[in-house]
């Protein structure tokens, strides 16, 4: 196991065949330190694609954004989630279901800070369906900056999202892989230990 | 100026003679490098008053926050908002009124990430009014942690919230702290200049 399998096999509570709460590390309490790892993985990962800027979603994304921001020295863009859709000028939007949370929420950056000229590198603590990055995906395609992959924290592979992305020729990249939630236990699916 | 009064001297716009918008560095896009040197002041500042960890709010708290733990080597918390006054069993929670929003917000921490063991630095990126940094320090009273200060990137030297936590006695340091927005100018105060 890599060092975040280990610390989700360590501290993540399994609620359900399909929910795991890594809430002591990465979405109520952060650990710093992990987050600096994570970061430094993302960079080695995508040290060579020209990065200029990464775009993640609020509120759980930001602290390993920051971190992979900081390593490959560019700026984050933290997209904002708000529930009415009103069309305000100057702002990219998309729309976000959540299958968990059974809500749609509007995503929006502001068109100030992406731009044709930005290699993005989307970020994310969780991939489960792949609706929130498919909605950062057509925000930075609105801007028509240029995608060069998905950072995923969390992979949920038993959900759709990763192979629905990889399928579109998306280069992601998980630090951790769940296999499956069966009886209360995390499993992990063993191509994600290049970490 | 120090690093940060020169950066929103330099980027921040004023809107009004209360508004000031730091959107391309701290509270929309992130200057992730700004924010590892906002962490170092802070972990400084507090170096010696053996906190334990950090407690913050989502979003724009996250990144100063969390670049911080990572210097002083704790844990960071951010709080949680939510429209809707759900009693929730295992939450120490409370309100917090926006003026600039006009809205009321119930935030909350999770009693596993909060304990009368912890000795609490609370961090946040704007201190106006105050109503998020009371609303925190309310929580941390129901955790029965201790308060040893309160780290705030942008304090607004002319409204209340710096005074009046002062007044309760509380260790309050300000990166920046804006003595007026007049005229579509930034004036700083100069007693922040520590940094």
């Known amino acids: 196991m890599n060092f975040l399998e280990q610390k989700i096999a360590a501290e993540g509570k399994v609620l359900s065949e399909s929910v ?3 809430d002591s ?10 987050m600096q790892k994570i970061g430094e993985e993302f960079a080695k990962l995508f040290s060579d694609a020209g ?22 020295n560019v700026p984050v863009v933290f997209a904002r989630k708000r529930k009415s859709l009103t069309l305000v000028d100057g702002l990219y939007s998309a729309e976000v279901h959540s299958f968990t ?3 749609t929420n509007e995503i929006s950056v502001s068109k100030d800070y992406l731009t044709s000229d930005d290699v993005v590198l989307i970020l994310d603590d969780f ?9 950062l995906m057509d925000i930075v395609n609105q801007a028509g900056a240029k995608l060069v992959g998905v950072g995923i924290v969390i992979e ?7 192979q629905l992305l ?5 280069r992601v990249e998980s630090l951790a892989i769940i296999d499956s939630l069966t009886n209360g236990e995390v499993t992990f699916k063993r191509e994600a230990t290049h970490v």
């Open 20 to 22: 795991l709460k890594v």
């Open 25 to 34: 590390f990465l979405n109520h309490q952060v650990d710093p330190q992990l």
């Open 51 to 72: 990065i200029t800027k990464i775009v993640t979603l609020e509120s759980s994304g930001i602290a390993p954004a920051v971190m992979t921001g900081l390593r490959l």
């Open 101 to 103: 949370k059974r809500e």
């Open 127 to 135: 991939l489960a369906n792949g609706q929130a990055v498919l909605g």
């Open 156 to 162: 949920k592979g038993f959900q759709q999202g990763g």
């Open 166 to 170: 990889r399928e579109k020729g998306i």
